[in-house]
């Protein structure tokens, strides 16, 4: 019996909710696998923990988790504290602290599913996106002096390296191998940014050596957002950066129906640390506390944390059940036009687990 060692960081706002939703469904999961059981534990890391003790999560807080088979995280951001120091304090520590480069995003019309494009079916939409966690215009580097004065002045530096960009397109053009259609689209804005970017696209010609079954092309930021809503059968897997990516991910799950449904992993391919799995979404204030969440997000991402551990029928299981119960706007929470509670979603997905 193999038991995996789960750290739970439910962190805030509905986060709190759907985290401890994600544990039941493991545990359905355990149930019926009798080789593979979680051990759960949950660290009261983000904005509780920080008022009481001036940082979202402790000194040495990554000693805690370091050893365990994987992470589930749900959201932090606090209405009374500022959203970049809840980002950096937690979620940014961790990515960053494990070095867990590939942040992946898979998106897909799911059953039952409705999208805001008038034209587009089901299989017409099928995407990996793969945004690049470690450095970019999120390496933290710039400054601020002269606060309030008019000479006050304020810098976001963008860092890109050629170890960081070079292993975040080869596993892209990894993962777009992996999959049937066999393409990477790489997203670029050389054209403006003509230092960093310029050596983007030169690393990805270089990198696309290895990987002659791939085809891939190059596609500008803002082009891109275009061809997503337009053409979105042209697309399979992308790459970009930490920034462009952000963006361009949380148009792929408004397009695929709703960002509470949205799954992320944030992933160490070296496999030296453990890698982390959340939804995509916030912690949206305004239906914190009422049960009114969407935890299938959640539940994707824990398809997407079976799948890294390696057991991969245990994630078809789970992957099936979701789609059954999307397939069923009796179990369409608010988000998706439905009056279904966050508790009736995963009633319904452990029922459909256990038949
Ligand atoms: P959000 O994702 O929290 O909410 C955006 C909208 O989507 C809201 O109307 C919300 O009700 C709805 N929504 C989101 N998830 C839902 C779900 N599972 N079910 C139903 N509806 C859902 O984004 P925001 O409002 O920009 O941010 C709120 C806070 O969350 C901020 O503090 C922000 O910094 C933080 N945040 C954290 C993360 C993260 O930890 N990964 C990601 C995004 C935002
Ligand atoms: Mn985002």
Known sequence: MKIYQ???????????????????????????????????????????????????????????????????????????????????????????????????????????????????????????IVRENSEGEYAGLGGRAHQGHPIEVASDMSILTRVGVERIQRFAFQLARSRPRKHLTVITKSNAQRHGMVMWDEIAWQVSKEFPDVTWDKELVDAATARMVNRPESLDTVVATNLH?????????????????????????????????????GSAFDIMGKGLANPIGTFWSIVMLLEHLGETSSAQQLMKAIELVTANPKFHTRDLGGDAMMSDVTAAVCTALKK
């Not at 059981?37 to 660290?43: L, M, N, V």
């Not at 009261?44 to 920080?50: I, K, P």
């Not at 959201?75 to 120091?85: E, V």
């Not at 949205?262 to 959340?278: C, K, L, Q, V």
Request: negative net charge; charged residues 20%; hydrophobic residues 40%.
């Open 245 to 281: 990516a952000d963006v361009l991910s949380d148009l792929a799950a408004a397009l695929a129906g709703s960002l509470g449904i949205a799954p992320t992993g944030n992933i160490d391919p070296e496999r030296r640390y453990p890698s982390m799995f959340e939804p995509i979404h």
């Open 6 to 128: 789960i750290a739970s960081i439910p962190g805030d706002g509905i986060g709190k909710e759907v985290i401890p939703e994600g544990e039941k469904v493991l545990q359905v999961i355990a149930e019926i696998n009798q080789g593979i059981g979680f051990q759960f534990e949950r660290f009261d890391w983000g904005g509780d923990y920080y008022r009481k003790h001036g940082v979202m999560m402790p000194e040495n807080g990554l000693d805690a988790i370091r050893h365990k088979d994987a992470i589930l995280f749900g959201s932090a951001g606090d209405p009374n504290i500022p959203d970049h120091i809840t980002l950096w304090g937690l979620r940014l520590k961790i990515c960053q602290g494990f070095d867990q480069y590939a942040n992946v995003r898979p998106t897909r019309i799911l059953p039952g599913i409705e999208t805001p494009l008038r034209h587009c079916t089901r299989d017409q939409l099928n995407w990996v």
